[in-house]
């Protein structure tokens, strides 16, 4: 039986280094465990009072995610064993940016 929250999340404060973040709430986590990073919002919507009001125009990094693994824990830190990708340019704040921990399950049945 499964029994629980399987999908937990926090916030990324800030993206220090490719390979150091900040998030509000570290203690959920754990060393050596696997984790997706993923770019939550920064997509363009029409704005205007139309017919068209809340299409996307360009997706731009929304969506984006990458798989990772975390290296240390210090504080509100998180070092991870790989690079990220693209973090230049990146801004953080305003929950663009989610730490989800990857839940693997063998033989789940529904």
């Given amino acids: 039986m499964l029994v629980g929250v399987m999908d937990k999340y926090t916030k990324v404060k800030d993206i220090i280094t490719n390979c150091r973040i900040r998030v509000d709430d570290p203690q959920q986590y754990f060393v050596g465990e696997q984790v997706v990073i993923m770019q939550m919002k920064g997509a363009d919507l029409n704005k205007q009072n139309n ?3 809340g ?3 360009s997706i731009r990094p929304a969506g984006l995610f990458e798989f990772n693994y975390i290296d240390s824990i210090f504080g509100d830190t998180i070092d991870l064993i790989y690079k990220l990708k693209s973090p230049d340019g990146v801004e953080c704040g305003e929950e663009q940016h989610q730490l ?4 693997e399950f063998e033989n789940l049945a529904f």
């Fill in 51 to 53: 017919s068209s009001f």
């Fill in 55 to 57: 299409d996307v125009s």
């Fill in 100 to 103: 989800n921990r990857r839940t």
